[in-house]
C-alpha cells in the first residue's frame, strides 16, 4: 500500500486545526492518559487504521501500561482486565465510531453518567470524535505506519 497524499503539505491549516484539537484533548481536556488510549486504541482499531493502532499502541507502553491491556482493548467485553469507568468509555467509545449503526444508545450513555460529569462526558465524546478524524484522514490518505525492526524467534 502507497500514500495517497501528505496531508500535512496539502493543507497545513487543516492539518493544524485538528492539531490543536488533539492538543486540546492531551493538554487540557482534563481526562487521564489511560482513558484517552483507551479511546484512540478502540477507534483505531474499529476504523482499521493501522497507522493509528501501531501509533497508540506504542504510546500506550510508553506510558506504562501493560502488553495484557493494551492486547485486549479489541476483544474487552471478553477480559475483565478492565474495569467498570473503563468499560464505560470504550462502549461509548464503539457507539459513537458506529454512530450510523447504533445511534448512541441509552443505555451506553446512562453507564456512562454513573461514573463520569457531565464536563467528563463532553471530553470524553470530543475526545472520541477527533480520534475519529484522524482515522479517517489517516485511512483516507493511506498513512504508512513506520515499520519496526522484527524480532528474530529463539
Known sequence: MQARLDYPKASPDAF????ALEQYVAKRSGLEPRLIH???LRASQINGCAYCVDMHSKESRRDGLSEQWINLVC??????VFDDRERAVLAWAEALTNVA???????DYEELKKHFSEKEIAEITVAIGTINVWN???????????IDKMAKAS
Request: charged share 30%; no cysteine; proline share 6%.
Open 75 to 80: 476483544v474487552w467485553r471478553e477480559s475483565a
Open 101 to 107: 449503526e447504533t445511534r448512541a444508545p441509552d443505555e
Open 16 to 19: 493544524n486545526a485538528v492539531l
Open 38 to 40: 483507551l479511546i484512540k
Open 136 to 146: 479517517r484522514i489517516a485511512v483516507g490518505f493511506r498513512s504508512q505506519h513506520p
